[in-house]
């Protein structure tokens, strides 16, 4: 299965984009890479995900690379709530009718200080 | 309910008690997973259920663990005998999944502490 890895911790500047980084080198052609992130002890929640090409929501944007080995994930006006861990998830699906699983990382911690 | 609700928040057993984890997923998402968090950051995936059907059960220990999501019923994941490894937080998410895209709505989850 494709596995990700991430940075432990990332400090931003309130106001300052935020550009999480993930490495995801094994993936496979149709395998999607999703982003979640932990707020202290909530559950996760999701920000985004993408396949192939660039993506952006009211919340994040991810851009991956051409070779599809590597995305970040970018806040573009962190602020102290983003103060979370991250997690790049890669989705692996079996073609056994719908079956599919997420491949969590260990995450990155974000602190946004002000 | 717009929320995926797990109760209790906390549970306390001693060593080789039964803990019962309680999950209502959203009404109308069809796909229920539970997640263990033991270490602080680590995800281990248990078991998924689409409808009341165990979907991937891939994840689940197999001689204390078992699961349900029984119809008009809160979702149940149960342990018998706990040892002190089983202490961790244990999540639950529902999904629909749409066009093969799909995103998981999480409960805050139930911190389960065996003593």
């Known amino acids: 299965d494709a596995k990700t890895t991430q940075p432990p911790s990332m400090d931003c500047a309130e106001g300052r984009a935020a550009n999480l980084p993930c490495n995801h080198s094994t993936i496979s052609g149709n395998e999607y890479v999703y982003w979640y992130r932990q707020i202290h002890s909530q559950g996760p929640q999701y920000i985004i995900h993408g396949l192939k090409n660039n993506e952006t929501n009211e919340m994040a944007s991810l851009i991956i690379t051409e070779d599809r080995k590597s995305s970040t994930l970018i806040l573009p006006h962190a602020t102290l709530r983003d103060t979370a861990v991250y997690y790049c998830i890669v989705r692996v699906d079996y073609n056994a009718g719908n079956n599919r699983k997420l491949i969590w990382g260990l995450g990155t911690s974000l602190a946004v200080n002000p | 309910g717009e929320e995926v609700a797990q109760t209790p928040k906390h549970l306390v057993r001693g060593e080789g008690q039964k803990a019962k984890l309680y999950c209502a997923p959203i009404?109308?998402?069809?796909?229920v997973f539970w997640y263990q968090q033991v270490l602080k950051n680590e995800f281990k995936f248990l078991i998924s259920f689409q409808n009341e059907n165990v979907f991937d059960e891939t994840g689940m220990p197999k001689e204390r663990f078992s699961a349900k999501c029984l119809p008009n019923s809160p979702c149940s994941l149960e342990i018998q005998a706990t040892k002190l490894e089983d202490s961790a937080v244990y999540f639950c998410?529902?999904?629909?999944?749409?066009?093969?895209?799909?995103?998981?709505?999480f409960g805050s989850g139930t911190q389960l502490s065996v003593l």
């Open positions: 998410a529902s999904s629909l999944l749409m066009q093969g895209i799909e995103k998981l709505f």
């Open positions: 009404k109308g998402h069809s796909y």
